[in-house]
């Protein structure tokens, strides 16, 4: 037994000793899947998440009276001891749900890593309500496109109406409906007013995965008003991505309509709203669908040689750009489809969907975050293009800093904490008087500081929303 204790309670079912581990009830059980993982953690080896991953991935044989696994990614190979403890370790990790499997990584081997003293030095709060106030206010004020109210409507959702996002706790179905005064409604309401009669997206700008970023708004205005014409408009987003939209060759989903092109910013539109739709309507197929978009995007813009991904590849013109706020935005995406798989009815049957994107994330989070700046007046930014020394941009700061909270939750890795911390430390150091998010990049020319930025106030937002939780989190598991 080891002296740390884990972040749960003994699960109940299991009797463990220092030799043997014996189960009550069947490996089969889905019951007994969710209640595994304190054998998990009294072996110090499952405590690194790459490892993990690679155990549940990558190819796994028995040689010698030893379990090897090869990572296939590195070529690494892990190898252990064959005993009775260390079988049902390996029975239990691949049997495992997604939905209680919490595991903390341990940076190269270094228990010391998480010790509390050390999360210590880089804690910080959360932002005051005056100043949330005048974020919120601003973020209202400047949101105009797409794909502007499809995150800020997101950003009041998790963080003023948290309970019905897809981090509440039982978001599927919503227990309660909105406001008709909430600012979601509104978002909603106006984009049904200025939607054409007989066309399939929800707003019309050119884009193909920028319009689905306002689908749960309007889904929740469904519920709120019981009014068909939003549940046909949201319906009608969903024709549109699935049979209207054109292909990448490799059956992504294209950004633009105008043709097959790849932008890394359609992971935080199009694939939460399929995810959300089919967890709301029991449709296990379009949550798959999510997830396999995510996949199929990292196929095309994932760069190799650092794990970055560039900003827009294929179509007749491409920004090969490893450009920070489209990082972002897949981190900030993809644990949005990973959360709402974990809250949907199909988490069992998704566990190795959940896996696979948790060390996609986790893969992006390690790359970025290794480009934080740690020296001069900017300390704890990122660069815009972080591969390059140009401008820092508080805006993918926040928004990565708000995915690595929330990956931490949804898996116990608590690797980047201190990046994050750190990151939300500099971002309150970036607001102004009037709430505006300062040095930021241009949303439209994206290799240019801007002014101010929309999107950006929503991400502070989500930052906020995503701390707030993880710090509940942290608490009531420490």
């Known amino acids: 037994m080891v002296s740390e204790q884990p972040y749960f309670l003994t699960p109940a079912g299991i009797e463990e000793s220092s030799e043997t581990i014996q189960m009550k009830a069947p490996l089969s059980s889905d019951a007994r899947k969710l209640e595994l993982i304190k054998i998990i953690w009294s072996n110090k080896l499952f405590r690194n998440l ?39 370790l390996l029975q239990s990790l691949l049997s495992l749900s997604f939905a209680t499997f919490l595991v903390r990584a341990n940076n190269g081997g270094s228990d010391d890593f998480y010790n509390s003293n050390s999360l210590e030095r880089t804690r910080v709060n959360g932002l005051n309500d005056t100043t949330l106030a005048k974020v919120r206010t601003r973020m209202l004020e400047l949101v105009h496109y797409s794909w502007e109210l499809g995150t800020a409507s997101e950003a009041l959702l998790e963080l003023e109406e948290s309970d019905l996002s897809v981090y509440g706790d039982k978001p599927f179905p919503p227990s309660r409906t909105l406001s008709a005064d909430s600012p979601i409604i509104s978002i909603a309401e106006y984009v049904l007013s200025i939607k054409p009669p007989g066309t399939l997206p929800l707003m019309e700008d050119g884009a193909a995965g920028d319009p689905a970023s306002v689908g749960v708004a309007v889904l929740l205005a469904n519920q709120t008003f019981a009014n068909a014409s939003y549940a046909l408009a949201a319906s009608q987003e969903i024709q549109f991505l699935l049979e209207v939209v054109p292909r990448a060759p490799n059956g992504a989903i294209s950004h633009r309509v105008s043709e097959a092109q790849l932008w890394d910013d359609f992971v935080y539109m199009g694939p939460p709203y399929l995810a959300y739709y089919g967890a709301l309507f029991h449709n296990i197929t379009l949550l798959q669908e999510a997830k396999r978009q995510i996949g199929l995007y990292r196929e095309v813009l994932r760069d190799p040689q650092t794990s970055l991904w560039h900003h827009v590849l294929l179509g007749s013109w491409s920004d090969p750009a490893l450009w920070g706020t489209g990082m972002a935005w897949v981190a900030a995406g993809s644990t949005r489809v990973l959360q709402t798989m974990l809250k949907s009815p199909f988490a069992v049957q998704l566990q190795g969907d959940m896996w696979e994107i948790s060390g996609w994330v986790g893969e992006l989070l390690g790359a970025a975050w290794g480009y934080q700046k740690r020296q001069g007046e900017f300390r704890g930014g990122l660069y815009n293009l972080p591969t390059e020394n140009d401008f820092p941009d508080s805006a993918w700061t926040a928004l990565l800093a708000a995915a690595t909270y929330r990956l931490a939750v949804q898996t116990g890795n608590k690797q980047w904490i201190p990046n994050a911390n750190k990151a939300f430390a500099y971002i309150q150091r970036q607001i102004a008087s009037d709430g505006t998010l300062l040095n930021v990049t241009d949303v439209f020319q994206w290799k240019q500081a801007g002014i101010n930025s929309p999107e950006g106030q929503a991400f502070v937002l989500l930052l906020q929303a995503a701390h707030r939780d993880y710090t509940k989190w942290e608490e009531c598991h420490a």
């Open 50 to 88: 790459d490892v993990l991953l690679a155990l549940y991935k990558s190819r796994r044989y028995k040689r010698g009276g030893r379990y090897v696994f090869l990572e296939t990614q590195t070529q690494t190979v892990h190898s252990f001891d064959v005993n009775t403890r260390a079988t049902m």
